[in-house]
């Protein structure tokens, strides 16, 4: 079974740049999230939908980041324009439509540099 | 007061040691709860789900105390292996993860 799928996995850009990154889920998972992980520390939760829907996104800095998925399938996380602060890890993961005691899924990642 | 509170370490331990890490959560409210382990420059995996009247996996064991809110894990038998960042997981509702910053786990030979 094919993984949770991201690109790029890595962007150099300089600050007030935008950039784009896209995650592929696996094959029938309803719910999608984004998080944001700093060095060092834990994921962060950005966005979260349940097919083409969004459950939350109240840790989405709204001004400069936005989502989609359409069709309930594959989604992009733009972020316009980039500041230093948000050099870091994006983790795009997938899970079945379940209580919550399903196991979410992890792609590899899009490292982010801001310069 | 963070969501999902962890002790950072690094833990430095022997092989063959065994090795608790522990997790207190805010939400009273939250549902489910998990242990990933995440390699250096690598994404999280999941280690084990953690069960109120706890459960063991090989040399895994995670225990749940909803009245605290403190869940654990206990490592038997540390392996070279193990060396990665261990992040306690919360569902507080609808499928929504809350992760805490890991604790960091270093097996020595």
């Known amino acids: 079974e094919a993984g949770v799928a991201q690109s790029p996995r890595y962007k150099i850009i300089e600050k007030r740049q935008s950039v784009a990154f896209w995650c592929n889920p696996i094959s029938g998972h309803a719910t999608l999230y984004w998080y944001q992980q700093i060095l060092g520390q834990g994921p962060k939760l950005l966005i979260q939908?349940?097919?083409?829907?969004?459950?939350?996104d109240s840790q989405l800095p709204k001004d400069r980041f936005s989502a989609e998925r359409l069709k309930g399938v594959d989604s992009t996380l733009k972020i316009q324009p980039a500041k230093l602060e948000d050099s870091a890890v994006y983790l795009c993961?997938?899970?079945?439509?379940?209580?919550?005691?399903?196991?979410?899924?992890f792609g590899q990642g899009t490292r982010l540099t801001v310069v | 007061r963070k969501e999902v509170e962890q002790d950072p370490g690094p833990f430095n331990v022997p092989e063959g040691a065994t090795v608790a890490f522990n997790c207190t959560y805010s939400?009273?409210?939250?549902?489910?709860f998990f242990w990933y382990r995440q390699d250096c420059r690598k994404e999280p995996k999941l280690l084990m789900s953690?069960?109120?009247s706890g459960n063991e996996d090989g040399r895994f064991t995670a225990q749940l105390n909803r009245a605290s809110q403190y869940i654990s894990l206990l490592i038997r038998d540390s392996k070279l292996s193990d060396s990665a960042t261990y992040l306690c997981v919360v569902n507080k509702y609808g499928n929504k993860l809350v992760f805490g910053a890991g604790t960091i786990l270093r097996v020595k030979s």
């Open positions: 939400n009273s409210a939250s549902q489910s």
């Open positions: 993961a997938s899970s079945l439509e379940g209580s919550g005691s399903t196991e979410a899924f």
């Open positions: 953690v069960y109120s």
């Open positions: 939908f349940q097919n083409n829907g969004v459950v939350d």
